[in-house]
């Protein structure tokens, strides 16, 4: 938590670390598309303005493009050590994401770490793999209660794995922190 706290400091008092984390962030995913190659010409072009208007609407705040959110994940990432995208259905039925940031994943203020919960994250002891992420809400005055448990299907984790063993990331900065 304190390299976490330590990296956005960084990213917002130095230009140059933020100038890189909105670079990297731009020339990475801010053209995110997709592009149909099915047999169908017709059926291509229905999929990708599908897609289009998807992901221009995807976030549930609705507040940002796919492409916003893209960068604003990938730059999460590098700087907090990770970042969670939750897929949820709003009111009406469709498919949205929300972005979670690292803070909220797990409670930050309890290290634990067990056989099966590694930093919020709850692991399948056979296998290795997550099955499930505790968010936590995140107060004003950065008190944090447990929001919900999401199933590992429902979500896709961004991080930088350094070990194998490794469930949760590290700050990009943490060697010049």
């Known amino acids: 938590i304190e390299l976490m706290k330590r990296s956005r400091d960084l990213a917002e008092n130095v230009g140059l ?3 890189i984390l909105m670079k990297f962030a731009s020339h990475t995913a801010a053209n995110v598309s997709y592009q149909a190659r099915t047999s169908e010409p017709a059926v291509n072009t229905d999929v990708e303005a599908f897609w289009s208007e998807w992901w221009d609407n995807c976030d549930i705040s609705t507040r940002h493009t796919g492409s916003t959110l893209m960068q604003v994940a990938i730059m999460s990432m590098l700087r907090d050590g990770d970042f ?6 709003d009111k009406n039925g469709d498919l949205k994401l929300q972005g979670i940031e690292a803070d909220r994943l797990g409670n930050p203020f309890q290290v634990y770490t067990t056989s099966d919960l590694i930093g919020g994250i709850h692991i399948d002891q056979e296998t290795g793999a997550p099955t499930a992420y505790d968010i936590f809400a995140r107060s004003i005055g950065n008190a944090y209660t ?4 999401v199933s590992a299907s429902q979500a896709f984790h961004l991080y930088d794995p350094l070990r194998i063993d490794q469930y949760r990331g590290i700050s990009a900065f943490h060697t010049a922190i």
């Open 146 to 149: 447990f929001q919900q448990k």
């Open 17 to 19: 670390v933020r100038s």
């Open 84 to 89: 969670l995208f939750v897929l949820i259905r």
